[in-house]
């Protein structure tokens, strides 16, 4: 693998290194509490059902963990970001293709022989499609986990008004000055 893995805002290149320890279970709690939610609901959104979504976060995790020996930082090369996408797309890929393979014969017609080898070959025409549902729900993500921290860096007063304020945009109501 030649690691595509730019280190983006949701994703610290320290602990992508940690990974590379299969022993290491806090790190990788740490990388499955963090994006589990974001491959799930992008399983999701790509049309698949809650378990067929859930079978795709622990096979995309497990790839993860099966490919992370390999990896190297370079920024040079790819994002983390592009690299776990295209993981996951081909988890969905996999589901997408059981889901078919039940309702399908066993064995494909004799004259239907080779057309799953050249509609493989073919450009999806959803891929851009996909690849804006991934990065909204990439930003989606990296905005979740900087407002999980910033919920525990300030007391539930001040997020509150944060809240309301900014993410929300509540006017702030008037309020008359200490001087008047």
């Known amino acids: 693998m030649s690691a595509n893995s730019t280190a983006s805002p949701g994703t610290r290149e320290s602990l992508l290194v940690r990974l590379k320890d299969w022993g290491d279970q806090d790190s990788w709690r740490t990388f499955f509490d963090t994006y589990w939610k974001l491959i799930y609901t992008f399983a999701i959104k790509s ?12 096979e995309t995790v497990l790839s993860v963990a099966k490919k992370m020996h390999e ?3 370079d920024p040079g090369v790819g994002s983390f970001k592009s690299w776990l996408l295209q993981l996951t797309h081909w988890r969905i890929l996999g589901q997408l293709r ?6 399908s014969p066993a064995e494909p017609l004799p004259e239907r022989a080779g057309e799953t080898d050249f509609m493989m070959r073919v450009p999806d025409p959803e891929g851009n499609a996909l690849e804006k549902i991934w990065e909204q729900e990439w930003q989606k993500h990296v905005m979740d986990v900087a407002l999980d ?12 008004i944060f809240d309301l304020y900014v993410l929300n945009k509540c006017p702030c109501a008037k309020s008359p000055k200490p001087w008047e």
């Open 47 to 58: 049309g698949l059902s809650e378990a067929e979504a859930q079978d795709v976060v622990q």
């Open 71 to 73: 990896f190297r930082y």
């Open 98 to 103: 059981k889901r078919s393979d039940m309702v």
């Open 149 to 160: 921290k910033v919920k525990h860096r300030c007391n539930a007063r001040e997020y509150q």
